[in-house]
């Protein structure tokens, strides 16, 4: 694990370093890059406001396959072959073409920091930028490439930044309650909130309970308390964030953005960690391709730029469906949800859904920007 070089509060040192790549972030955007720079030879600085693995950022729900691509199975709590949905009117379960599972933040946070080594870590806070120039709450911080994988503020973003509600975000909150259960649930239910959903994800002696709400404006603590209070589990450890659900520019004034501040979370699902961990990988490489010398800085920036636009087709369709679902009436949902229930169906497309970001492009050894279109993939031999 990296040198913790200061203290918390006022006992921090002051900071003044140059460094060929900057990562501000550390958790799996910033750290996914991190790990595609290991053995590079670059002096990496990686900063976040918080120790790593310090503050779970999410219900820590995932492809199983992906904690496999990336050797972090120490981290997985548990694993479901199913997806129950709830809706007032009928409760489905699709049985599924590949598994999700629960991790376990910290452990994961910690395997894939010791995968990036050797890098320098420090805790502070960013607070801007003027070039290529950060500015933390210890000093100011100097690199030719920067990434910026701070989540859904896009802190290092050109320009005034757009905060909710304004901005193209959802809202989630969630309680982590002691508690067993084995299966991962899902409801879709006006009750608990108008547009979004709420869910249950069991993770080895705690539960995640959680309502999402696609409309930034509709506040979820209560819908929460009530949903946890409806499966008799205590409203404790709240944790919430904004979460956005529109692709952004993944570069900017010459700036990297991965995961969250690149609006890289999926539409509809909130699904937001294989897509961090998938662009930080192939945002990484890119870093990679240019402290090596095989491109220049701007090649690097324009490669990743078009790779993660290359995506820009399947963002908006679930924006779309994102869009539609509230609109549907509950009993036309149910039905839909009960006629889609045909093995074919749901392993074609949950099979399309993994493939937005597939766990081989972990070991894909090309480079990011011809990766889509080139492969077909059968998702059941990674999911076997
Ligand atoms: C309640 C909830 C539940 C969710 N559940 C799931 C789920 O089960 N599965 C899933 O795939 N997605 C889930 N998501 C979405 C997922 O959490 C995000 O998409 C994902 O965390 C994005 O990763 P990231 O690395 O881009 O950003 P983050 O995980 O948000 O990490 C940003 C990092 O930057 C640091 N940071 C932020 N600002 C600063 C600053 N100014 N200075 C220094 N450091 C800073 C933070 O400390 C953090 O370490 C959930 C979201 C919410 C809100």
């Not at 396959?65 to 981290?75: K, M, P």
């Not at 997985?76 to 999700?100: D, K, N, S």
């Not at 879709?188 to 108008?194: F, G, H, K, L, Q």
Request: net charge neutral.
């Amino acid at each position: 694990m990296p040198t913790r070089a200061t203290l918390r509060g006022g006992h921090r040192t002051p900071l003044d370093r140059d460094c060929d790549v900057l990562i501000c972030g550390a958790s799996f955007a910033g750290l996914a890059v991190a790990r595609e720079l290991a053995g590079s030879g670059a002096r990496v600085l990686v900063v976040d406001r918080y120790e790593i693995g310090d503050r779970q950022t999410s219900a820590c729900g995932i492809p199983t396959c992906w904690l496999e691509a990336l050797s972090l199975e120490d981290s997985l709590q548990q694993t479901f072959g199913e997806l129950v949905i709830h809706t007032p009117h009928a409760t489905v379960r699709y049985a599924l073409p590949w598994t999700f599972a629960t991790f376990d933040y910290r452990t994961l946070c910690g395997v894939l920091a010791d995968q990036a080594q050797p890098f320098e870590f420090q805790i502070a806070k960013v607070d801007g930028r003027s070039a290529d120039r950060v500015h933390t709450d210890r000093g100011d911080l100097r690199a030719p490439l920067i990434v910026d994988a701070l989540g859904w503020r896009r802190v290092l973003g050109g320009g005034a930044n757009v905060q909710p509600p304004e901005a193209l975000l959802s809202r989630g909150l969630e309680v982590h309650p002691f508690g067993w259960g084995d299966e991962m649930e899902i409801w879709i239910d006006r009750s608990y909130v108008p547009a979004g959903y709420g869910w249950s994800f069991p993770a080895d002696g705690e539960l995640r309970i959680g309502v999402g709400s696609f409309d930034p404006r509709f506040h979820v603590k209560d819908p929460t308390v009530r949903l946890a209070c409806d499966l008799e589990a205590n409203s404790v450890r709240y944790q919430g964030n904004w979460i956005p659900h529109a692709l952004r520019d993944a570069t900017e004034d010459g700036i990297f953005f991965a995961g969250d501040s690149a609006g890289h979370c999926l539409p509809l699902t909130a699904e937001g960690i294989r897509t961090a961990l998938y662009f930080g990988i192939a945002c990484g490489r890119e870093l990679r391709a240019a402290v090596e010398g095989r491109r220049s800085r701007e090649q690097a920036l324009e490669r990743y730029h078009a790779f993660s636009a290359g995506h820009a087709l399947h963002f908006r369709w679930l924006l779309r469906v994102q869009r539609l679902i509230p609109r549907v009436p509950p009993r036309v949902l149910a039905q839909a949800l009960r006629a889609i229930d045909h093995k074919r169906f749901i392993d074609w497309a949950f099979g399309h859904y993994l493939e937005i970001a597939h766990p081989s492009f972990v070991t894909d050894p090309d480079t990011a920007a011809d990766h889509r279109g080139r492969r077909a993939l059968d998702t059941r031999t990674v999911a076997a």
